[in-house]
Structure formats: structure tokens, C-alpha cells
């Protein structure tokens, strides 16, 4: 299988960090492609080869990456994918979709002989570049045994979680618990702060004890107690997104999403308020009212 073309479509902050681990330890060629020129000089410089549109790469590579904002991107993308590329290719979407966005996308490759998994990534931009991320696969048993090894260039923790579809499923219910998390987090720091307890030590004793959690370790300690929160990070847009797909779900699955529904009007907010560009964190901006 080292012997195989990868394609790798998409370079942006997430997708930059995958494909250079592609790159660097795949025996074979890897054709990448972007819209942003500078995003593919900086994979080219470390040993990929340019492609010049996406129905180019399809025709090349017999293993495809697909790293997009969301299920609208992917859905056009893989609509020319599927008229170039040869049956037997095996498609791989990186990215954060809806289910059915997965499913459907899955169907319409069936159909014309190719392969599709949906396994989308967890874990922040530096677990990309380290190779370290937390991918969640949806794919039949015999696809996820084959793209395995492919999908080890870029994470450590691969977790098989049922069919097409399910993957998705885990990751927009990993990444809703997460926007939860953070408001609730932003929340009880500004109450902590003006109660005359500061934020670092507030994440010291709450993570001796049961109110630990990634969030309070990860984003509570490098973005909420610092407000450090860079644009081009992981803005609100791309949380309203999730959400919407994760609210969507619920109510298919006949459940009332209340905590969702709570924390989309936080995220939401930010947009609104003009700080939705920033890292998703930056909502403790409006519990202090600054925004």
C-alpha cells in the first residue's frame, strides 16, 4: 500500500499539519491541492507534488484526503472526484460534516465503484502538525482495515466507530461537549475572578478535583485565563456549524438538544457581537460584557 498515490485536498490550519505528516512519511508520491497558492508553495517545499485543480488530483492518486470547512465543500469536492477519479479509489473526509452529509456522499461512491470513510479529527492544530490527533472513523470493516495504516501518518488514537456516518456522530457530539464545556468553564472563571479568586488558580484546584476535564486543562489554561484567542485559530462560525449538525441529529433522533440549543446562542452571540472571527474561547468576552 506504500506504493499508492495519495491526494490530499485542503491546507488550511488543520489540513497543513496532516498533509505535511502524509508528506514526510508516505514512500510514495502525495498530490495536494488548495485554493491558497501559499498553503500549497509550503507542502511543495517540503516535497509534494502541485495539482492543478481537484479533478487533476482525482485522477491521480488512488487514496484521497478531503480536509474542508464543512459538508458543502466536501459535497462539491467529492461531486468531481467521482467524475474523475477511477473505481476502486478510496475517499477520506477529514473534515466535520453532518451525517447525512457522510451517508449520501458514501452512496453517490458506491455507485460508481469507489470507497468513502468519513473520519474527522479531534485534538488542536499542534496535534495535527505533531501527528498526534484523535480521528473518529465511520467505514465498513474492510475499508477501515485498509486505510488504517494511511490514517496512522496522522493521529494516534484511531477509533473504528461503526459504519459510514458514525464517525461523524462521535465527532460532533465530542466537539458539542467541548463548546459546552468552555462555556461553562468562561462562565465560572469570570465569577471566580470577581470573587477575588484568580483563574490560574481556579484550574489548579478545579483540576485536583471532579470538575477536571480537557477543556479546563487545554482551553481554560491557553486561551481563557490569558484571553488569548488569535483569529485563524477555530472560530464561532465553525461551533455554530458543528452545533447545527449536532442540534439537526438530535432531533432526528427524537431528543430535545437544551444544552446545545444554550450553547449555539453563546457562540452565536460572538458573531453577532463582532468577535466571532476570534478563537471560540473569546465568548468570556461577553460574560464580562466587553463585547
Not at 465503484?113 to 473518529?136: E, H, N, Y
Not at 465569577?191 to 477543556?215: D, H, I, M, Q, W
Amino acid at each position: 500500500m506504500s506504493d499508492l498515490t495519495i491526494g490530499f485536498i485542503g491546507l488550511g490550519a488543520m489540513g497543513a499539519g496532516m498533509c505535511a505528516n502524509a508528506v514526510r512519511k508516505h514512500a510514495a508520491a502525495v498530490h495536494v491541492f488548495d485554493l491558497d497558492a501559499g498553503a500549497m508553495a509550503v507542502q511543495i517545499a517540503n516535497g509534494a507534488v502541485a495539482a492543478t485543480d481537484v479533478a487533476t488530483l482525482a485522477a491521480s492518486a488512488q487514496v484521497i484526503f478531503l480536509s474542508l470547512p464543512g459538508g458543502k465543500q466536501v459535497r462539491a469536492v467529492c461531486g468531481v472526484i467521482a467524475d474523475y477519479a477511477a473505481p476502486g479509489t478510496t475517499v477520506i473526509d477529514l473534515s466535520t460534516t453532518s451525517v447525512a452529509d457522510a451517508r449520501d456522499v458514501a452512496s453517490m461512491f458506491a455507485a460508481r465503484s469507489m470507497a468513502f470513510a468519513d473520519a474527522p479529527v479531534a485534538r488542536a492544530r499542534q496535534a495535527a502538525v505533531d501527528g498526534t490527533l484523535s480521528i473518529m472513523v465511520g467505514a465498513s470493516q474492510e475499508v477501515f482495515d485498509r486505510i488504517r495504516p494511511f490514517l496512522q501518518y496522522l493521529g494516534s488514537d484511531i477509533t473504528h466507530c461503526g459504519e459510514v456516518g458514525c464517525g461523524q456522530v462521535v465527532k460532533l457530539i465530542n466537539n458539542t461537549l467541548l463548546f459546552e464545556q468552555v462555556a461553562a468553564i468562561a462562565e465560572m472563571m469570570v465569577v471566580a475572578e470577581r470573587a477575588g479568586v484568580t483563574g490560574e488558580k481556579l484550574v489548579e484546584a478545579v483540576g485536583l478535583g471532579s470538575g477536571n476535564s480537557f477543556a479546563l486543562q487545554n482551553h481554560a489554561k491557553n486561551a481563557l485565563i490569558p484571553r488569548h484567542f488569535p483569529e485563524r485559530a477555530f472560530p464561532s462560525d465553525y461551533a455554530i456549524k458543528d452545533l447545527a449538525y449536532t442540534i439537526e441529529l438530535a432531533e432526528q433522533m427524537d431528543v430535545e438538544p437544551r444544552m446545545a440549543r444554550l450553547a449555539n446562542q453563546y457562540y452565536q452571540s460572538a458573531v453577532d457581537r463582532g468577535i466571532g472571527a476570534k478563537y471560540f474561547p473569546a465568548i468570556i468576552e461577553l460574560v464580562e460584557g466587553k463585547a
